[in-house]
T-cell receptor, first 117, second 119 residues
Framework: GAGVSQSPRYKVAKRGQDVALRCDPI?????LFWYQQALGQGPEFLTY????????KSGLPSDRFFAERPEGSVSTLKIQRTQQEDSAVYLC???????????????FGPGTRLTVL | AQKVTQAQTEISVVEKEDVTLDCVYE???????LFWYKQPPSGELVFLIR??????QNEISGRYSWNFQKSTSSFNFTITASQVVDSAVYFC????????????????FGQGTILTVHP
């Protein structure tokens, strides 16, 4: 389909392992967002890209979290030395533009459910 | 800092009843956007409605309507004649400028309201 896709859909990691979560935004969408959703909670902002530029990473919980979008399309969220508190659903969203002017709604992917044992 | 509060944790109704989901927000910005999203069991967030802070006119879109009141910082959402397929978690969200103050983007979500519609 033409929506936002994320892979893997499910990931089980042992504590201390590194994981990489992938997001394929809608083609042509300039803005890309990552959110973390803990069980029973609303999504919480992690980071924001406009093309390849990471303009806001204020929501990343620690320096173990790193995100990139090197060519302004696909993005990867990497978590190093995973901890149990990292268990959550990681949602990716994209929108058409991110500049000044009219706001464009964000389209969300299905998420990656990360379980850290 | 921005904040969104959905006081109702769970709501249960019978099909065809009307249901209103409450949302209260806090922001220091004078320009902002408010949203309602639906999250069905599949997990994907689905955009429902958007309202900007300049427009307090309340509207109806199909079975959905909303009541935006800046004076009370509330943005309530009503589903008329609810259906079983409306069962989901509903999130209210607020968007303000990003850390650089240059554009709108990051969404602040409430904790969600679980809506169950019984046949």
């Amino acid at each position: 389909g033409a929506g936002v896709s994320q892979s893997p859909r499910y990931k089980v990691a042992k504590r201390g392992q590194d994981v990489a979560l992938r997001c394929d935004p809608i083609s042509g969408h300039v803005s890309l967002f990552w959110y973390q959703q803990a069980l029973g909670q609303g999504p919480e902002f992690l980071t924001y890209f406009q093309n390849e530029a990471q303009l806001d990473k204020s929501g990343l919980p620690s320096d173990r979290f790193f995100a990139e979008r090197p060519e302004g399309s696909v993005s990867t969220l990497k978590i190093q030395r995973t901890q149990q508190e990292d268990s959550a659903v990681y949602l990716c969203a994209s929108s058409f533009s991110g500049g000044r002017g009219a706001y464009n709604e964000q389209f969300f992917g299905p998420g990656t459910r990360l379980t850290v044992l | 800092a921005q904040k969104v509060t959905q006081a109702q944790t769970e709501i249960s109704v019978v099909e065809k009843e009307d249901v209103t989901l409450d949302c209260v927000y806090e922001t220091r910005d004078t320009t902002y956007y408010l949203f309602w999203y639906k999250q069905p069991p599949s997990g994907e967030l689905v955009f429902l409605i958007r309202r900007n802070s300049f427009d307090e006119q309340n509207e109806i879109s199909g079975r959905y309507s909303w009541n935006f009141q800046k004076s009370t910082s509330s943005f309530n959402f009503t589903i008329t004649a609810s259906q079983v397929v409306d069962s989901a978690v509903y999130f209210c969200a607020l968007s303000e400028r990003n850390a650089g103050g240059t554009s709108y983007g990051k969404l602040t979500f409430g904790q969600g309201t679980i809506l169950t519609v019984h046949p």
